[in-house]
């Protein structure tokens, strides 16, 4: 599978803002996809999973409950809902496929292929 995200840009503080990852090759439905982001200067870390087992999801607990993750099977393309956004949610976002165990999920090691990154800043 290959993975293109968009949707990135500025946003004030409180803001609401959609990514999307685009797959082709494969249906993203068969991977746990997941959303990662890293800030300058930072590791990356996990944000967000759908699992390609009955759909469910997983959160960081900085986001929970502001962000939103889902699967549309007919575009092939996952999203992230980001709403409430605070400036420390800005970042480079990357969309990731993996076909790892659900206790795997949140670990970027575990995941094969990665979109190339949208930037996300929340700046006024």
């Known amino acids: 599978v290959q993975l293109v995200e968009s949707g990135g840009g500025l946003v004030q503080p409180g803001g609401s803002l959609r990514l999307s990852c685009a797959g082709s090759?494969?249906?993203?439905?068969?991977?746990?996809m997941g959303w990662f982001r890293q800030a300058l200067g930072k590791e990356r870390e996990f944000v967000a999973v759908i699992r390609r087992s009955g759909g469910y999801t997983n959160y960081a607990a900085s986001v929970t409950g502001r962000f939103t993750i889902s699967r549309d099977n007919a575009k092939n393309t996952v999203y992230l809902q980001m709403n409430s956004l605070k400036p420390e949610d800005t970042a480079v976002y990357y969309c990731?496929?993996?076909?790892?165990?659900?206790?795997?999920?949140?670990?970027?090691?575990?995941?094969?292929?990665w979109g190339q990154g949208t930037l996300v800043t929340v700046s006024s």
């Open positions: 990731a496929a993996g076909s790892q165990v659900a206790s795997a999920v949140t670990s970027s090691q575990m995941y094969h292929t």
């Open positions: 090759g494969r249906a993203v439905s068969t991977y746990n």
